[in-house]
Structure formats: C-alpha cells, structure tokens
C-alpha cells in the first residue's frame, strides 16, 4: 500500500497486518519495520520507485491480494490564486501517482485475481471552496475508478473506492498550513476577495477533523475493505461522508450550494 507512513496509511497498514497479511508500506521517510510490515521506499510520483516496487512483488512467491492506493497531499487555495505548477503537483500525487503505482502491479493482481482499493475523499464528491485542485484530482480518481473497474472485473480482478470524510489525521494541519502559505502569496486583490474564506475553510477543516473518525478507525474500515469477500464497488468512512453523499444524491446544485455556503460561513472570521 502507498502512503503508510503515519496516521490512516500506518493504521491500515498494521489492521492488515494483524489479520495476517505481510504489508509493503509504501514510505517517504523513516522506514521502521512491525511485525508482518515491510516498509518500502515510495515516492509515487518517481518512476524509479515505482519500478521497484514492482520488481519487488514479482520476485515475491506470494501472491498479491490488494494495491490499496492511498498516498495523497491536500492543497487548498481558490481556483483563481492557485499557481499552475501547484495543481500539477496535486494531480501528480493524487491521481498519476496512483495511476502508475496501479499500471506497474496490475500484471501481478490480474495472476492473483486481486483488488485496487483507491483511496478517494468525500472531497471526490463535492467539492468545497478552495478545493478545487483536491477535489478535482479526487472528481478524476473516481472516474478512472469506474472506467478500471470495468475493464479489468470481467477478468477478476476488484476495484473498490473508500470515501473517508474527517479523520484526525496530520495530514488536515499540514493542510492549514499549506492553505496559509499559499494565502500569503495572494496578491492584495486576490486576498481582499478570498482572505476571509481561506480562513473560514482553515477552521472548518480544523472543526473537520477534530470530531472525525480516528486513524486507527479509518484505517480498520479500509482493512474490512481489503477483505471483503464480496466488496461493494463504494464504500464511505465517517458520519460526514456518509451524510454528504446522500445529499450529493438528492439536492440541486443550487441547493447544495447554499448548504456548503451556509456552512461555510459560520466559519467566517467576526470582523469579516
């Protein structure tokens, strides 16, 4: 699995593990070892490392059960005030990454009769203001969800979407403050306009996550997922995604939007 290193990726990574899987744990840093976890340098926006990772699975006599592709960065700014090579970063990580990672293993998955498990985001079913890099690569992930799905079911393999909503995580504060250093790049017009909003997202995005699921929660629902004997094709983690999707379902644009923008400004900052 990709992005293992700490909170929702390390917590899947040792559920699988003490359901008696041996784990690659696709890492970027510090690779410490549990029992039945293997950690994996991983950059899956670097070939080389994809490459290895494939070497390193052909040359294992086990067979592949699961890719779960979970790697992912957030990046929030306003679709205006976001610089160009920052929404190819976002796409890289969160969509080509995991396109490659899936190209270079499923030769072993289609032997095995295997499964992807592509870790979406309820923010791949709507999308927030200031999310549209995010969103966006997430919109796209469940896209090529479905098209693989399709392709590769009929010859046996599985391919699952996981919808997480909040998780309390690091992954949200280094979020903020990604969201803070873009901010105070904005020119004084762009921040005149969207000053107020970055804020009002940052602490719904703190709100978010403080009463989301917990890793290990999350990371044990993604676990349930890999196992499944008869997966369904969506699965959402925490009581937010859960309600969101629904909504997605039933209301207009229109509707919706005044939901989020209702929501959204609770958040405001007084003065604002």
């Known amino acids: 699995m990709t992005g293992a290193s700490t909170g929702m990726g ?53 067979p592949l059960h699961a890719v779960v592709n979970n790697a992912g960065i957030q990046v929030n700014a306003p679709v205006e005030a976001l610089p160009l090579p920052e929404w190819r970063h976002v796409f890289e990580v969160n969509l080509f990454g995991h396109v490659a990672v899936t190209q270079a293993l499923l030769p072993a998955l289609l032997r095995t009769g295997g499964r992807v498990v592509n870790i979406s985001s309820i923010g791949g079913k709507a999308a927030m203001p200031t ?9 796209a992930l469940e896209a090529v969800s479905d098209a693989l799905r399709r392709e590769v079911e009929p010859l046996g393999v599985r391919v699952v979407v996981v919808e997480p909503g909040g998780v309390r995580t690091e992954m949200a504060t280094r979020g903020i403050a990604t969201a803070n250093d873009l901010a105070a790049r904005m020119s004084p017009e762009q921040d005149q306009r969207y000053g107020g909003l970055v804020q009002a997202i940052n602490s719904l995005m703190a709100s978010g996550t403080s009463s989301g699921v917990t890793a290990e929660a999350a990371g044990e629902a993604i676990a349930k997922v890999v196992t499944a004997r008869r997966p369904r094709t969506r699965y959402t983690v925490g009581r937010d995604a859960a309600v969101l999707t629904r909504l997605t379902r039933i209301l207009s644009d229109r509707t919706l939007d005044r939901v989020i923008g209702t929501t959204v400004r609770r958040h405001y900052p007084k003065a604002a």
């Not at 999310?131 to 919109?139: C, E, N, P, T, V």
């Open 10 to 62: 390390a917590a899947t990574a040792r559920s699988l593990a003490a359901r008696g899987f041996h784990v690659l744990a696709g890492v970027r840093r510090d690779p410490v070892g549990a029992p039945g976890i293997e950690p994996v340098l991983l950059d899956i926006t670097d070939p080389e490392h994809v490459e290895a990772l494939a070497a390193r699975v052909a040359a294992d006599p086990r």
């Open 131 to 139: 999310y549209g890099a995010y969103a966006g690569a997430k919109f």
